[in-house]
């Protein structure tokens, strides 16, 4: 009885220690687990099929082209600028984020930029699919399609962040039975 009483114990004791390694990682620690309007995988840059539910934050024209962007309570941001902007369904290929944006807003065309807490990754290259695109002829538009898209620490090369996922996006005027 003894022997299956230190047993229990030991196997207690290795469950324990094999739960504190999980907390080295305090990115993971950071990921929200709500259903977003982006629903986003990431891998490679020390991530391995790590979820990110992302909410929107805007669709909206900033110069050249359309905005789409979203973020989470825990620092984490997604930005895609996409031409030309269309009602049709568009499959735009992002380009590598130049060194020193043309555009004063700081956006350039068909560029996207992640943000993961205080890191900023450019994207490098990859997809952002606008599938389908309703709008009811009064004020709720939806824009679903999907994105895989490839990233760099600042633009600068090094391990590439791939994010790729799927989206939902409903338009501020839009009722929540939509």
């Not at 979820?51 to 359309?66: A, C, K, Q, W, Y």
């Not at 807490?117 to 309703?134: H, I, K, L, P, W």
């Amino acid at each position: 009885m003894k022997k299956l009483v230190l047993i229990l114990l030991a196997i207690c004791f290795i469950m324990a220690c094999s739960s504190n390694d999980d907390d080295s990682n305090p990115q993971q620690q950071q990921m929200p687990t709500d259903i977003g309007e982006y629903s986003l995988v990431l891998n490679g840059a020390g991530f391995t099929e790590q979820r990110v539910e992302l909410f929107n934050d805007t669709i909206n024209f900033v110069g050249p082209g359309s905005l789409f962007a979203a973020s989470d309570d825990f620092g984490n941001a997604l930005g895609v600028v996409l031409v030309p902007s269309s009602s049709e369904e568009i499959s735009n290929p992002i380009e590598a984020y130049p060194d020193n944006p043309n555009h004063p807003s700081g956006f350039e065309a068909n560029t996207a930029s992640f943000f993961i807490g205080n890191d900023a990754y450019r994207s490098e290259n990859g997809t952002f699919v606008v599938e389908a695109f309703e709008f009811d002829g009064n004020t709720c538009a939806v824009w679903r399609g999907n994105l895989n898209i490839n990233f760099t620490l600042d633009g600068q090369g090094g391990d590439v962040l791939n994010v790729t996922g799927t989206f939902e996006v409903f338009s501020e005027g839009c009722s929540t039975d939509n």
